[in-house]
């Protein structure tokens, strides 16, 4: 049996329990369908239900869970298959959108320049979630650059920023690869390669999705992590 976690310092308190919770569902300790109370998971935790009821509120806007009125809050099924259908149309989205935005010369590089400076500065402190925020925001500097108003409501529909948080959480991520590779998105972008930045655009978000072969159809040693 998986030993309990131990109780947390009361510092951000609700963040790390939704953490733990996160690595939890993804790991299938929580199985789909299982239901999440409160009044355990307090308990588990050495903590009021006050922070583990907000740490439920962010795992529902991350979609790892969904709460039933009258019912209770219970793990959604299908996490992971989620998580590696919501990359592969990510990566077809920002590949359109790297083309429609080079095409029309709308690239704000200024602003992507930013971005990746603010990742390597989140490596360099080991800040994941400041990674994922400007990894966010670099992409969305795209998708908006590409001036299709159908694209852009699709790709906030894929809940970036959730979906982000969670691979961040539950994946062994390198930041400073992360950096590295949106450090050569740009470099093609400001080249005005357009066939490598599209390439970099798709294989960057193919690779989270956890399938035995790449973009191109060749099969690859491990899955993506």
Request: proline letters at 4%.
């Amino acid at each position: 049996m998986t030993e309990e976690p131990s109780m947390l310092p009361r510092l951000t308190l609700s963040r790390q329990i939704r953490d733990s919770l996160v690595s939890r569902i993804v790991s299938g300790q929580f199985r789909p369908g299982e239901r999440l109370v409160e009044t355990r998971l307090a308990a588990t935790y050495g903590t009021s239900q006050a922070p583990v009821r907000e740490a439920l509120r962010e795992l529902e806007v991350m979609r790892l869970v969904e709460t039933q009125p009258r019912r209770g809050t219970f793990v959604r099924p299908f996490v992971h298959e989620t998580l590696r259908e919501s990359y592969v149309v990510r990566a077809a989205l920002e590949e359109t959108a790297v083309r429609l935005a080079l095409l029309a010369g709308t690239v704000p590089v200024e602003a992507l320049r930013s971005e990746v400076e603010a990742m390597v500065a989140a490596a360099a402190e080991g800040d994941g979630e400041a990674s994922a925020r400007a990894s966010v925001s670099f992409h969305r500097h795209i998708v908006e650059a590409a001036r299709n108003e159908l694209l852009r409501l699709s790709w906030e529909g894929l809940q970036i920023e959730a979906r982000t948080s969670v691979t961040m959480l539950a994946t062994d991520v390198d930041l400073h690869d992360i950096s590295r590779d949106h450090a050569e998105l740009l470099a093609a972008i400001e080249r005005g390669d357009l066939e490598t930045a599209c390439k970099h655009a798709r294989d960057h978000q193919w690779h989270y999705a956890d399938l035995p072969h790449d973009a191109h159809g060749r099969i690859r040693d491990t899955a993506a992590g």
